[in-house]
């Protein structure tokens, strides 16, 4: 999940990095891509990975929370899990200023769904998302 829409589609197109949109960018297994507003009940509680106070209350330096190795990442995440987190937000590695969430399954019943939009090239978020990855048009 994202914040922005953008860093959400940014997630999807990323393996089409330097490529063409042809209408497969925004197919999985044969389905098309779209975007839903997810709305999450405020009592969820969230942990904040950008916050610098919630990294030194656990330890945790930046470097070891963005890696992409897992062995680190999911030690951490299951402390959290197991203190009772709904789910963790930090930043997009594609831009800082973008925020992902990351929900655990507890979650699920403080979900509401909101509106859902069929994903098109020429979708807003899509053109961005593509200008940022050199996705050149069709």
Do not use: C
Request: charged residues 25%.
């Amino acid at each position: 999940m994202a914040i922005e829409p953008v860093a959400a589609v940014v997630e999807q197109l990323a393996r089409f990095r330097g490529s063409v949109m042809v209408p497969q960018v925004l197919l999985r297994r044969g389905l098309p891509l779209a975007l839903a507003a997810l709305e999450l009940d405020d009592r969820a509680k969230l942990v904040d990975l950008d916050d610098p106070g919630v990294l030194a209350a656990r330890r945790l330096r930046p470097s070891h929370v963005a890696t992409r190795q897992r062995s680190v990442t999911q030690p951490q995440a299951l402390a959290f899990y197991r203190g009772g987190a709904a789910g963790l937000r930090w930043w997009s590695t594609f831009e800082s200023l973008w925020t992902n969430v990351t929900l655990f399954d507890r979650a699920a019943p403080r979900l509401r769904l909101g509106s859902v939009r069929r994903l098109h090239a020429e979708d807003p978020a899509v053109r961005e998302a593509a200008e940022l990855l050199g996705i050149a048009p069709a």
